[in-house]
């Protein structure tokens, strides 16, 4: 057991590590309420006063109402799709039995090999496609983010798939399941922690989206949050104020949903779901 | 579940997943290759240029600076990433008071807009204004200080960290979920046999967290080589391009100097790099069973060419 | 299992269905002959009321006075991703109908035809043509007139004359010489004043002083070559100011927003940028503000009498809706108005130089930087058709970018930097 000595000592360690991360993230909250010209002139000191007005101006220019939704929409169509379809491919790859099981090891690489790509490659091909297939306006966003998910989730389902053992499956169809009963009555509900995991990192992936954003999308009534701060940067001005103030107004949805998330999901997953 | 195993279920299954990661990926890769033996600048018709672009890659300093650059980012975020994100995994996974609190905390820089991430970390490492040679001048350790950020030599390093930061709690979060997948009674058997805290770690966790490990692995080493908004809103790849990435330096000439052909050749090139460190990973930690399969069948089948072999020659 | 393998088929089904219903909804072309016709006018700012003022103005002015018969829409986003956008939609049919583009990128939009000939409209209209008094040519291939300057640029040094006085140094002239320029860049070390603010991170930010630099070693003449004695000259000039400490020290991470802030805040004598700063300077600075065009050089032949007034990069006008009658006589309208005499007293109130020139417009006795300006240009000096880092092709543009910084930075000799451009040239 760990002695109470070790045990204040750890949660120092731990107490400085999130310290040390988070310094930036409190000294972005401190930058919101400064001017930007106070921001380019002294960054490190502190606000004169507890300024809104950062805030305010950013609700003026943008309607973050309209922002939101957007964002909603597309964050929860393209999360849909993108977990069935990679649900079941991975379930294919980690669990279906092969013939010859170099298949297996060959359909992972080929799902995987999208990680090594940088998003902004494939700008101008998906925009062609997503002309061909007359693709608009969110839904021109909602089928390439889908698409990008399908490597990561694929690399961590596989993997966590894996990871269960291979008699659950076989008790499963001993006891007569079929093979939709097997996944979502069996193995769904064992895959709660990786399936929190991977909706965090798709959801923020795609709340904080750019490339594709700024490209597909023509109509402001369309924009997505991620193209707020460009509304503050401009060739000669940039309004470092305004682009804290839409920066935190993205992330204080996104550390209430991790917040959430963590808390009940991950925490909430009982270690004896994994019984083996 | 061999019963189950179908093919129309595995087809069925697998289909949406290829489908729309075909036409929306690989696709598109195919085209980036394409345009990539091509003098393109995004308008009008590609002229074809066959191995030009690739000639003049190899020839040219700056792509050879980018690649050093992207190398050194690389290993030293690999190493980095890897170690302390499963100790601070570790550290957290021990339910002790806080760790809550801290485990949401960490992730906030993975949540921050990259131009914040830059003007936040120009202000720590910026060799004049930033925090850090602030601190080592205050402390009179000027010997210490140095050009972090802005020279030539010392950016990727700066970088790396930089990355570090960004990356740490997304990379916590994968091996806190694997942690908790850990059976108890195994944890328990091996505090009765008395293992200490550091056998537990090597000899336990660390072998059955083998593809988890894996899993993060794939993910440094991937997202090493899509560093991109990091460099751009730190440095923007200066001073003369002396910082810039495989992925920036692909970006600028494919953006700024408007030659989409070269910069589809270095975003080619930098694909393939990539792949090929996650194959030589792979290759040494990669699922030792798949491996013993693969290495059995290539022995039967040797075995029976040497049989056929055996009694064609017999027969002669 | 029957109603597995259905399911399947139904899942597949959709995502069919999905992507080909959205591809019925295809195009709505929204021009008609008759009612009110909308044309699109393609930005390069994300929110051009709050980031191009006065051209947000003139698109409001014009709305105005034209209701119910044509109206201008923007079409906006910031500069790298309008850039990016003009090239995809080029490719797919669906350009504005008017836009702006870097002048390094317009000549390919020329070439391939995707963007309409305006010489007709200049000889329809030579009030106009008389206005931009020759501001047009460095938009003309010898083909075609395939683009019109946005705005008029004037670029060079804005200076704080509260340093200059308090380290007691003379205000700089027209006629000040590169040897009187490099003393009053130590006077005012000497003074414990950082002489020049530049933020070099984004190096095509920080170009514009340089550009007189180049006009008066002769870049006009060069030939193919950059790398000439000439040019060798110029950049040891620029050079002789990194080493006699001309520079913030913070030039290589700043960027320039924060190399105008440091001259905004009284914190340097000296910022090298051009006309869109004029506002800026006004609030920040007032009467303190004045400009001055660069150094006179005495080593070589070429013509140091130059001004630095330039045009802007160009607007276009997509060739395709210029076929559309209606869309055509829109577009006119609107090319009327922007190169009028109303707008360009809309601009001169909004501190920007119009690209046109109208006798009675003109700048009122608070916006010192521009009356600075104003007398700058008394002199009635010639210009170059176009500044220097506007007459190359993007990569060599790029190149030109990376040399003037590597010298300022200490990377690249004057030579190197000027073989690095020729390399550029040749690929």
Redesign the interface.
């Known amino acids: 057991m760990i002695s109470k000595r070790n045990k204040s000592l750890l949660q120092l360690l731990i107490a400085a590590i999130t310290i040390l991360i988070v310094f930036p993230l409190a000294w972005m909250v401190m930058l919101s309420f400064k001017t930007s010209?106070e921001i380019?002139?002294n960054p490190i000191a502190p606000p004169t006063s507890f300024n809104l007005e950062n805030f305010t101006h950013a609700l003026d220019?943008l309607n973050y109402g309209q922002l939101y939704g957007n964002t909603f929409i597309v964050c929860i169509i393209a999360l849909v799709?993108e977990l069935?379809c990679t649900f079941f491919s991975s379930f294919v790859i980690a669990r279906m039995h092969f013939y010859h099981p170099g298949i297996k090891g060959a359909l992972f690489t080929f799902f995987i090999l999208g990680l090594s790509v940088s998003p902004f490659i494939l700008?101008?091909p998906v925009?062609?496609i997503n002309?061909f297939?007359?693709?608009?306006g969110i839904?021109a966003l909602i089928?390439p983010y889908a698409a990008s998910s399908v490597s990561f989730n694929t690399l961590l389902l596989v993997n966590y798939f894996k990871q269960l053992p291979s008699e659950i499956d076989e008790a499963a169809v001993v006891d007569g399941c079929?093979?939709?009963q097997l996944m979502f009555r069996v193995i769904l509900p064992m895959s709660k922690p990786v399936l929190a995991t991977i909706i965090i990192f798709n959801v923020l992936y795609i709340w904080n989206e750019f490339p594709y954003a700024?490209?597909m999308l023509?109509d402001?009534s369309e924009y997505t949050l991620s193209?707020g701060a460009?509304?503050?940067?401009?060739?000669?001005?940039?309004?470092?104020g305004g682009i804290v103030a839409s920066s935190l107004m993205i992330i204080i949805p996104e550390l209430i949903f991790y917040g959430i998330f963590q808390k009940n999901i991950v925490e909430g997953m009982t270690a004896g779901a994994v019984k083996g | 579940m061999y019963w189950l195993s179908k093919t129309?279920?595995k087809i069925?299954?697998l289909?949406?997943s290829f489908?729309?990661y075909t036409v929306f990926i690989l696709l598109p890769i195919a085209m980036a290759v394409r345009y990539s033996f091509t003098k393109y600048?995004?308008?009008?018709k590609p002229q074809f240029t066959g191995l030009q672009n690739y000639v003049?890659m190899f020839q040219d300093d700056l792509f050879w600076s980018s690649f050093k650059n992207t190398m050194i980012m690389f290993v030293l975020a690999f190493v980095l990433l890897l170690v302390l994100s499963f100790a601070i995994a570790l550290l957290l996974n021990k339910k002790l008071k806080g760790s809550d609190l801290s485990k949401a905390l960490i992730f906030s820089p993975a949540i921050i807009a990259p131009i914040i991430v830059g003007i936040i970390w120009?202000y720590i490492l910026?060799?004049?204004?930033g925090i850090i040679n602030g601190i080592l001048d205050a402390i009179g350790a000027e010997g210490l200080k140095h050009q972090w950020?802005?020279?030539?030599t010392l950016t990727p390093y700066s970088l790396a960290i930089v990355y570090f930061w960004q990356q740490l709690g997304y990379l916590v979060t994968i091996f806190i979920a694997g942690l908790k997948m850990l059976p108890e009674e195994v944890m328990e058997a091996a505090i009765i046999d008395g293992a200490n805290e550091w056998q537990k770690v090597t000899r336990i966790i660390i072998p059955m967290m083998k593809s988890n490990i894996s899993t993060v692995a794939i993910l440094i080493i991937t997202g090493v080589f899509k560093i991109f908004e990091i460099v751009q809103q730190?440095?923007?790849g200066?001073?003369?391009?002396?910082s810039e990435t495989l992925v920036t330096y692909s970006y600028?000439m494919t953006?700024?100097?408007?030659?989409y052909g070269?910069g589809m050749s270095l975003a080619t090139v930098t694909f393939i790099v990539s792949l090929i460190i996650v194959g030589i990973y792979s290759a040494f930690f990669g699922d030792k069973e798949e491996k013993k399969e693969a290495k059995a069948r290539r022995k039967l089948a040797k075995e029976a060419k040497a049989a056929k072999k055996a009694a064609k020659g017999g027969a002669a | 299992?029957k109603t597995?393998?259905k399911?399947?088929?139904a899942?597949?089904a959709a995502?069919a269905m999905?992507?080909c219903l959205?591809?019925?909804?295809?195009s709505s072309d929204s021009a008609s002959s008759d009612g009110p016709v909308t044309i699109k006018f393609g930005i390069?700012?994300?929110?051009p009321a709050?980031?191009?003022p006065v051209t947000n103005q003139i698109v409001t002015d014009f709305n105005a006075a034209n209701d119910g018969q044509y109206t201008v829409e923007f079409?906006?986003?910031?500069?790298?991703?309008h850039?990016?956008?003009m090239?995809?939609e080029?490719?797919?049919g669906t350009l504005p109908d008017i836009f702006w583009i870097d002048a390094?990128?317009a000549p390919?939009?020329a070439?391939?035809g995707?963007i309409a000939d305006l010489s007709g409209y200049l000889a329809d209209n030579a009030d106009i043509d008389e206005a931009l008094n020759g501001m047009e040519n460095a938009f003309n291939n010898g083909d075609m007139q395939y683009g019109l300057p946005y705005q008029c640029n004037v670029q060079g040094f804005y200076y704080n004359k509260a340093l200059f006085d308090k380290a007691g140094v003379d205000y700089p002239t027209n006629a000040t010489t590169q040897d009187e320029f490099m003393e009053m860049v130590n006077k005012l070390n000497a003074a414990g004043i950082t002489p020049i603010s530049i933020g070099?991170?984004?190096?095509a930010f920080a170009m514009w002083p340089f550009n007189e630099y180049l006009t008066r070693y002769g870049w006009d003449n060069l030939e193919g070559t950059y790398n000439t004695p000439e040019m060798v000259k110029c950049f040891e000039k620029i050079a002789a100011l990194t080493e006699a400490k001309a520079f913030n020290?913070?030039v290589?991470?700043?960027?320039?927003?924060?190399a105008k802030?440091?001259f905004?805040?009284g914190n340097a004598a000296m910022f090298g940028s051009g006309q869109?700063?004029c506002g800026?300077c006004d609030e920040a600075l007032g009467e303190n503000v004045a400009f001055w065009w660069g150094p006179q050089f005495t080593d070589t032949d070429a013509p140091q009498e130059m001004a630095m007034k330039v045009p802007s990069a160009p607007i276009v006008v997509n060739a395709a809706s210029m076929e559309d009658p209606a869309k055509a006589a829109a577009i006119t309208a609107f090319l009327n108005y922007y190169y009028g005499p109303e707008a360009a007293a809309t601009s001169f109130a909004g501190s920007i130089f119009p690209a046109t020139n109208y006798a009675d417009v003109a700048a009122t006795e608070t916006q010192y930087a521009m009356n600075s300006m104003i007398e700058a240009l008394g002199d009635g000096w010639q210009s170059p058709t176009a500044a220097p880092d506007q007459t190359l092709?993007?990569?060599v543009q790029?190149a030109l970018y990376?040399a003037i910084?590597?010298v300022i930075?200490g990377?690249?000799s004057p030579a190197d930097a000027l073989d690095k451009m020729d390399a550029?040239a040749a690929?």
């Open positions: 010209g380019m002139s220019i799709i069935i700008l101008f925009y062609k002309v297939f007359g693709l608009r839904w089928f079929n093979i939709w700024s490209v023509r402001v193209m460009s509304f503050f940067k401009g060739t000669y001005t940039v309004d470092y | 129309r279920y069925g299954l289909l949406p489908c729309i600048s995004g308008l009008g003049r120009v910026d060799p004049n204004v950020i802005g020279g030539a730190t440095t923007g200066g001073p003369n391009h002396l600028t953006f700024d100097s408007g030659d070269y | 299992m597995s393998v399911k399947i088929v899942i597949i995502m999905t992507l959205f591809a019925g909804c295809g390069h700012v994300a929110n709050e980031q191009e079409e906006a986003a910031d500069t790298e991703t850039s990016k956008n090239k995809l080029a490719e797919d390094s990128e390919e939009y070439e391939a995707i070099s991170k984004n190096s020290d913070t290589a991470t700043s960027e320039y927003f924060d802030q440091a905004l805040d869109w700063d800026a092709s993007p990569a790029e990376d910084f590597g930075q990377n690249y550029a690929n």
